[in-house]
């Protein structure tokens, strides 16, 4: 990228990634645009997108946006939210020429490591597809923390829930047979989307793990937080539920890594 003032589009910028991603694209002298989850409610959703970005000469876009909910059942919604946006904003990039950063998932790994086990991890496995094959870059999260993730609900953080429980006065339960995860502090992902983008022309056309590379159970974040912990019972684990996931350092952007291990995103995220 040369050295003028740069112009992209974010969408989910209501999102956890999304607003995380454009404030710092604002601090780094980027002009953002930022499309929230509201276009997809209206019923001309595709032309207001469309309209948008061909209203500026924009450098490129970060597509964030999406229904993250990995207990979603209905097909059509998730799949136009999902699957639908993506065709068209990267049908946008390619015949403009412009770069598109996908936010993929680990979720494409499923329970297998092979495809995707639910909807969610469907959705984000072909839509990533789709920008690949027209030389965008996908970028594939592990288990992402840090502030702004208050909104999600079920889908937020270990880190984040546990610790509203435990102030609520609740008893803290993990599964037993300690599940492994690579928690990846969004600020690492915030640098992996930048990353990506401002090198863009030797990453095109390819997916990429964003993580920290290690996996740790979840009871780490329970002494990092000094939350106290007790078991449910081994039958109340979910049918198909992952023991372990970890990115592979082969698999990450050459020349990217991450920053910030769990202890000091913990400490940075300030719970």
């Not at 979603?72 to 950063?101: A, F, L």
């Not at 092979?114 to 839509?127: C, E, H, Q």
Request: overall charge negative; aromatic content about 16%; glycine content about 8%.
């Amino acid at each position: 990228m040369n050295d003028k003032m740069k112009k992209v589009i974010v969408t989910g910028t209501r999102g956890f990634i999304g607003l995380n991603l454009m404030k710092e694209l604002n601090k780094q002298g980027y002009l953002t645009c930022g499309f929230d989850d509201s276009y997809f409610l209206i019923e001309e959703w595709e032309n207001n997108l469309l309209k948008t970005l061909n209203s500026l000469n924009y450098d490129g876009v970060f597509h964030v946006g999406a229904c993250s909910d990995t207990l979603e059942q209905d097909v059509n919604y998730m799949m136009t939210r999902n699957y639908e946006s993506t065709k068209i904003i990267t049908d946008w990039c390619k015949q403009n020429n412009k770069p598109i950063i996908y936010s993929s998932s680990a979720a494409n790994y499923g329970t297998n490591n092979r495809y995707p086990s639910n909807l969610y991890g469907w959705s984000k496995y072909v839509a990533e597809d789709y920008v690949r094959l027209n030389d965008g870059i996908g970028l594939r999260y592990f288990n992402v923390y840090g502030p702004g993730e208050e909104h999600k609900g079920k889908m937020a953080s270990v880190a984040y829930q546990m610790t509203q429980r435990y102030k609520a006065g609740e008893e803290i339960k993990l599964f037993p047979l300690k599940p492994k995860r690579d928690f990846v502090y969004i600020k690492d992902i915030i640098s992996a989307n930048i990353y990506a983008f401002e090198n863009y022309d030797k990453l095109k056309g390819n997916f990429y793990e964003v993580g920290f590379g290690e996996a740790r159970p979840f009871e780490d974040i329970m002494d990092i937080l000094n939350i106290p912990f007790t078991y449910h019972s081994e039958d109340i684990i979910p049918k198909g539920y992952q023991f372990f996931t970890c990115s592979n350092k082969t698999t990450w952007m050459p020349g990217w890594k991450p920053e910030w291990n769990l202890e000091k995103g913990l400490t940075d995220y300030d719970l």
